[in-house]
Nanobody, 113 residues
Framework: VQLQASGGGLGQPGGSLRLSCVVSGRSVSMYAVDWHRQAPGKQREWIGMIRNSGNTEYDDSVKGRFTIARDSAKNTVYLQMNSLKPEDTGVYYC????????WGQGTQVTVSS
């Protein structure tokens, strides 16, 4: 069972990035998946999730700017990040909400002009 986050990079303030979380070993249609991020010098924080029902929840810090979606055929969960801010900088991780697995390497997002 594995989750691999990718798609990070350099984004400009006000810009957009889309992250992918490719899942193997479990179906994203049956397991809720969430996204977390860790800013430099800070603890990892939860930013949002997609339930197996397809319903989503978000932390207030990203609500209205970030959208989580999934493609069941590709067993992949996406994090669409719009209206990027410098404080969105960090390493982004995905994991299962229940029965989480060891954290992967994540993907680095840097928001800077």
């Amino acid at each position: 069972v594995q989750l691999q986050a990718s798609g990070g990079g350099l984004g400009q303030p006000g810009g957009s990035l889309r992250l992918s979380c490719v899942v193997s070993g479990r179906s994203v249609s049956m397991y809720a998946v969430d996204w977390h991020r860790q800013a430099p010098g800070k603890q990892r924080e939860w930013i949002g999730m997609i339930r197996n029902s397809g319903n989503t929840e978000y932390d207030d810090s990203v609500k209205g700017r970030f959208t989580i979606a999934r493609d069941s055929a590709k067993n992949t969960v996406y994090l669409q990040m719009n209206s990027l801010k410098p404080e969105d900088t960090g390493v982004y991780y995905c994991n299962f909400v229940t029965e989480p697995v060891p954290w992967g390497q994540g993907t680095q997002v840097t928001v800077s002009s």
